[in-house]
């Protein structure tokens, strides 16, 4: 088993800046790989980004390239979700996932355990 608990999220202004972070605990951390995932009211949850086990390589949806980057610490067991230059339409809950396995995903049926998520509220 993984826990998986978020945190950082908030209110922040159009342009601003925010950062997400995902303790991890449980299952070795290591050999994982994590993804970020959010889902806007009324929307479906959606892939964010993803980052191997090692933190070599990492993918993002065309929506956030650019401007979210994704990381990780396998000594802390944390990943964080560096977000800038946020919009209105970011504003989500956004989620945590963890996968058993160290390639990078975008299918929420691929990730295998999930955070309680936090709330992020971008303001026109």
């Known amino acids: 088993q993984v826990q998986l608990v978020e945190s950082g999220g908030g209110l922040v202004q159009a342009g601003g800046s925010m950062r997400l972070s995902c303790a991890a605990s449980g299952r070795t951390f290591s050999g994982s790989a994590m993804g970020w995932f959010r889902q806007g009211p009324g929307k479906e949850r959606e892939f964010v980004a993803s980052?191997?086990?090692?933190?070599?390589?990492?993918d993002y949806a065309d929506s956030v390239k650019g401007r979210f980057t994704i990381s990780r610490d396998n000594a802390e067991n944390k990943v964080r979700l560096q977000m800038r230059s946020l919009r209105p339409e970011d504003t989500a809950l956004y989620y945590c996932?963890?996968?058993?396995?160290?390639?990078?995903?975008?299918?929420?049926?691929?990730?295998?355990?999930w955070g309680q998520g936090t709330q992020v509220t971008v303001l026109s």
């Open positions: 996932a963890a996968r058993i396995g160290p390639s990078t995903r975008r299918t929420l049926s691929e990730y295998n355990y």
């Open positions: 980052i191997n086990n090692s933190g070599s390589t990492s």
